[in-house]
């Protein structure tokens, strides 16, 4: 009877750790996510996802009476997060909101000790990262696809009707609507989830060799296509920050030869300058800031500063509440 109970607890360990996985692929792929995630029905689906990791992570105590710690310190970070969700829930201005975010960063960290319990050995931390880079690379050819589809090809159309008129208008970036908002549903989140995900690409370009590594490198060339659609500011700055970075812990600690090292941190930082280049909104932000004429372009970024800055100062200890900042942020303005 114990090894029946026992099997069936792992069974049903093994389903919530299916589902979990089932519903951070669906929400990561599909069109429009964020926006979907408070419409019915599609809000009810996504707190199921979040109690599967909670339920996986309650498997594996019932189980086994015990979980894996992250190590390195970073449990005492976990529990000081801990702590300070509970002290900040509790002094929240608006107490429901920061009792449902609150319940989603617990739902994450169930997910990251669940997950961290599996990965027992280095093949499947290996095979985790090598998933994630395929669901990476299936995240661009969507994005692309929906944005090309739903918002590319039309405009081109719009614009040659105009041609024929005898207006010339070229394909601007500038203009909001016609950024690469797929999947997510906004520019900016689609270029932060590029700049999480290339470096792991590039990484798996460098260590695998024949036509694996080949699949990475060419989804290194989608994500940088991917990532030009957005024409996000702060994503291709997010990028150059990652590039520079991991390019001094190569040129420090690899055993790689500095010439070509060098080399292809030049090469980088040129690709880097021609995506700026090729982009018209890009491209004038830059050529503005370097005429000192790109003031306006960062008035709402240090209001936004500012009243951060009112919020936290207010309410230093405490804060004022996970999920409270859209709907207090004009009283702070």
């Not at 055993?255 to 021609?274: M, N, T, V, Y």
């Amino acid at each position: 009877m114990n090894a029946f109970q026992s099997q069936s607890k792992r069974s049903s360990g093994q389903l919530f750790a299916l589902l979990t996985g089932f519903f951070y692929i669906l929400f990561t792929l599909m069109p429009d996510s964020h926006s979907l995630i408070v419409v019915w029905p599609w809000v009810f689906i996504w707190q199921v996802g979040l109690i599967c990791p909670v339920l996986w992570f309650l498997s594996i105590l019932l189980r086994d009476k015990c979980f894996s710690q992250l190590g390195n310190k970073i449990d005492f970070g976990v529990g000081l997060l801990l702590i300070s969700l509970i002290i900040t829930t509790l002094f929240a201005e608006i107490p429901q909101k920061a009792i449902w975010y609150s319940w989603e960063t617990l739902c994450f960290l169930a997910a990251l000790y669940s997950l961290n319990y599996w990965l027992s050995s280095p093949q499947q931390r290996y095979r985790l990262l090598r998933f994630q880079g395929g669901l990476a690379i299936a995240f661009m050819l969507i994005s692309l696809l929906v944005w090309g589809f739903q918002t590319l090809l039309p405009e081109l159309d719009r614009l040659q009707s105009l041609r024929e008129l005898g207006v010339n208008i070229q394909f601007d970036f500038s203009v909001l609507e016609l950024r690469n908002w797929a999947p997510l549903g906004h520019q900016n989140y689609v270029a932060g989830y590029l700049v999480l995900v290339l470096p792991l690409l590039i990484a798996l370009g460098i260590v695998e060799s024949g036509w694996r590594r080949w699949i990475w490198i060419t989804g290194v060339a989608v994500g940088l296509l991917d990532l030009y659609t957005t024409s996000s500011r702060g994503g291709w700055l997010g990028f150059f920050v990652v590039l520079l970075t991991g390019l001094i812990i190569l040129l420090v600690r690899s055993s790689l030869p500095r010439l070509g090292l060098i080399l292809s941190a030049f090469g980088s930082i040129l690709l880097f300058l021609l995506f700026i280049l090729a982009n018209n909104r890009l491209r004038s932000l830059l050529f503005a800031v370097l005429s000192g004429e790109g003031g306006g372009q960062f008035a709402y970024r240090f209001i936004t500063m500012t009243v951060g800055w009112n919020m936290g100062s207010n309410d230093f200890l405490t804060g004022i509440g996970l999920g409270n900042v859209p709907w207090l942020y004009q009283t702070y303005l």
